[in-house]
């Protein structure tokens, strides 16, 4: 054994922890279901709102939460059962999901129904949720494109608790949505192709 | 450097694909047979020679089970591999000039 060599088995080290990195990147697929199940929450709002249907606003949250978290589950088995291998970080990715699902759940719905606080509070702690999925991905996943956008929801979520009324709120939501959700989904989704197409 | 520096590497790690093996499971909670082979690029034969060899010393642990009728083998680093792995990289730093490594 000579220096050469050791460089040489370094380098195959390196080489199985990219290939074993690339093998359970991201690919966005949940984060793209709840985005498009949350977009279409809030034009269903928007629509209930519009008609003043008010008393059915919670049954629209309560189906959107429903299907998100069955699908989730459903994927999160069939997944499991099909993949290859599993790292560390996907199971930290995996808690934190479920953290976050657990989270959005009590913030969104449950709380509220309590009347722990008002309705208005929803779209901030929401905001504050998203800002830490975010952010904590953006570490685990080393992607700091994600981190920024997890400090745009928190930043987010200040700049709506100075403004009054659910209405300019909820629109801002939907701008910080759109923006901050639904474009990264898109980002992680075609960076996860490229990673699967250059395998 | 003097070879007398140089730290002995574990002889059950120094082998192409053991180390590459381990190399997968350090950062996995498990792997199943044919992802190790396909990352590998090794043959069945080949591969289950090797982590025979590995799970004899203790260092991954081997599953056998059934996935539907297919049969499914996984393996997992164990607490001893870890150490071992970690020994085994420290013991290849020594056969770096210091400051080069």
């Known amino acids: 054994m000579d220096e050469m060599q050791a460089k040489e088995e370094i380098r195959l080290i390196k080489a199985m922890l990219e290939k074993t990195k690339r093998a359970t990147a991201e690919s966005g697929t949940l984060f793209m279901v709840w985005g498009v199940l949350i977009a279409l929450g809030l034009m269903g709002n928007y629509v209930l709102v519009y008609f003043k249907m008010y008393d059915w606003e919670w049954l629209n949250w309560v189906a959107v939460t429903v299907i998100g978290w069955v699908y989730s589950v459903i994927y999160g088995i069939r997944k499991e059962r099909k993949e290859p291998v599993r790292t560390y970080i996907q199971t930290a990715a995996r808690h934190l999901y479920i953290a976050c699902g657990a989270g959005f759940l009590l913030v969104g719905i449950a709380l509220p129904a309590l009347d722990v606080y008002s309705h208005e509070a929803i779209v901030i702690l929401i905001a504050v949720i998203s800002g830490i999925l975010f952010f904590v991905m953006g570490g685990i996943y080393e992607w700091p494109i994600l981190k920024w956008f997890g400090l745009i929801w928190w930043m987010g979520a200040l700049g709506m608790s100075f403004i009054k009324g659910i209405g300019i709120r909820t629109l801002i939501f939907t701008v910080l949505f759109v923006a901050c959700y639904l474009v990264p989904s898109f980002i992680l989704r075609s960076k996860y192709k490229k990673e699967q197409a250059s395998k | ?101």
Do not use: W
């Open chain 2, 1 to 101: 450097m003097t070879p007398d520096k140089f730290e002995p590497l574990d002889p059950v790690i120094h082998s192409q694909v053991r180390l590459a093996v381990l190399s997968i499971l350090i950062t996995a909670r498990h792997a199943d047979f044919n992802f190790l082979k396909q990352e590998t690029g090794t043959t069945d034969g080949n591969l289950s020679t090797h982590l025979a060899k590995l799970e004899e010393a203790g260092y991954i642990q081997v599953k056998k089970a059934f996935q539907g009728k297919k049969p499914l083998t996984t393996c997992s680093l164990t607490e001893k591999g870890k150490s071992a792995f970690a020994k085994y990289l420290k013991a290849l730093e020594s056969y770096f000039p210091a400051g080069k490594k």
